[in-house]
Structures are given as C-alpha cells and as structure tokens.
C-alpha cells in the first residue's frame, strides 16, 4: 500500500443555497479517485448528521446539506477539515470478474461501435476484456457503475434517441467510457453485450455488488454459459 502525500486542498464552494461542491481537481485519475473516496467516508461519518446527501464524482463531491445547517459555517468546517493533515492509505482494491456474452442477440450496437471504430466484433471483445477498469462512483440509476480504464478506440459516441428501456445486465460503451445497467432502465449507450449476473439487490444498498473503488475484468462467454448462469446471483 502507498501513501498520498502531497494532498492539495480542494476548492470548496457553494452549489445552490443548501449544497456545497468539493472539487479536488479538473482531471480524472486513480490518483484523484483515492482522495474523492477517502473524504467520501470521512464526511460520511463526521457530519452524517449535518449532511442529507452526499455524491462522489470522478473528481469531487457535491453534499447536500440537512434543514436548519449554516451553508457558510458548514464550509468554513470544511475548510478547517481539509487544512488538517492527512495520511490517505492506497488500499488494495476488490477484483470482480464479471461474465459478458458479446452475441449479437444481447449485442444490438456491436455493429454500430464496429462501425464507428473500424474493428471487428472480435478485435471490440478482445480489447474490451483487456481493460484495466476500476469504479470511480455509482449514479445515473441505483447501482450503474462509472468505470474508467476502457481502451479509448473503443470510444463510440452515444445514441442519438436514448431506449426506453435497456435490460438489466447490459454491458455498454458511451463516449469515452464502458458501464452496466444493474437494473432494467432507460438508457442511451452503445449495448455490445449483456451479463447473466444479478448486480443489484435493493436489500443491500449499503454494500453493493459493484462498490465504488472496486475493479472489474470482464471476460466473455458463449450463449449457451449465459443461459446456464441467468439470473445467478453474483
């Protein structure tokens, strides 16, 4: 494990009248990841009674405050908290392999990011499953995953009309980045595949299939694995 050792304060700054935005930098990197994460907890806990809601980003975190909280005392303690030292730990993070099957029946924009790319179906698979992915934070709907490390010639700009509905388990690529749709919901990636996996449980929010600061590896199978494994519980 390694240490962060020339934190930069963060800019704090107000978001509406009951929200603040901590923002530790304009890049997205692990590095910025490791701070976002570990102030994450610290707020979580420190202030859980002073703060309604609180969302990570790729390289800061908006807080939204309780009824009755001081929006100007509140950032002055977060500034006096952010001017302490601290020894942010690089922890070892979870891998989770997760099984993709990339035929064309659960693949219906394969063709389209093979277009826009110029690479064959096997060339997307191949460098899909050799990306080194990591979770920066979880939004957009309960449980989706914003992952980064996607080998970006895989980048395909996202739909023009967004589905209505995408199945839960879709493995997708929007712009720059790859995703999963935990849950059935409207969405307007590229779909190149679908896992088998149940990734969400309502009952366990707290401690969720694909936490933020988790890793992935994908690895693809064929349809008749994904029909032997659907609906199996991760």
């Given at each position: 494990m390694n240490s962060i050792e020339d934190l930069k304060a963060p800019t704090i700054t107000p978001a509406s009248d009951r929200s603040i935005m901590i923002r530790f930098s304009t890049e997205i990197s692990e590095y910025v990841h490791e701070q976002v994460s570990y102030?994450?907890?610290?707020?979580?806990?420190?202030?859980k009674k002073k703060i309604s809601n609180i969302s990570p980003a790729y390289n800061s975190i908006?807080?939204?405050?309780?009824?009755?909280v001081s929006l100007w005392r509140m950032i002055a303690k977060l500034k006096q908290l952010f001017n302490e030292e601290h020894?942010?730990?690089?922890?070892?993070k979870k891998t989770i392999k997760i099984p993709v099957c990339y035929e064309s029946e659960f693949a219906p924009d394969i063709d389209r990011v093979s277009s826009h790319t110029r690479m064959s179906i096997e060339e997307i698979i191949h460098k899909?499953?050799?990306?080194?992915?990591?979770?920066?934070?979880?939004?957009?709907?309960?449980?989706?995953?914003?992952?980064?490390?996607?080998?970006?010639?895989l980048e395909t700009p996202r739909l023009s009309?967004?589905?209505i509905s995408v199945p839960a388990g879709s493995v997708a690529i929007g712009g720059k980045q790859t995703g999963i749709y935990p849950?059935?919901?409207?969405g307007g990636w590229n779909i190149i595949g679908r896992t088998p996996l149940l990734l969400f449980d309502w009952n366990k929010l707290r401690n969720p299939v694909?936490?933020?600061?988790?890793?992935?590896?994908?690895?693809?199978?064929?349809e008749k694995e994904y029909q032997d494994n659907q609906g199996s519980l991760f």
């Open positions: 102030f994450h907890n610290i707020l979580s806990k420190k202030y908006l807080i939204r405050l309780e009824d009755g020894n942010i730990t690089i922890q070892e899909h499953t050799k990306g080194k992915y990591l979770i920066y934070f979880l939004g957009f709907s309960p449980g989706f995953p914003y992952i980064g490390g996607m080998d970006l010639k009309s967004p589905r849950i059935q919901s409207p694909l936490p933020m600061g988790g890793r992935i590896e994908f690895y693809p199978i064929t």
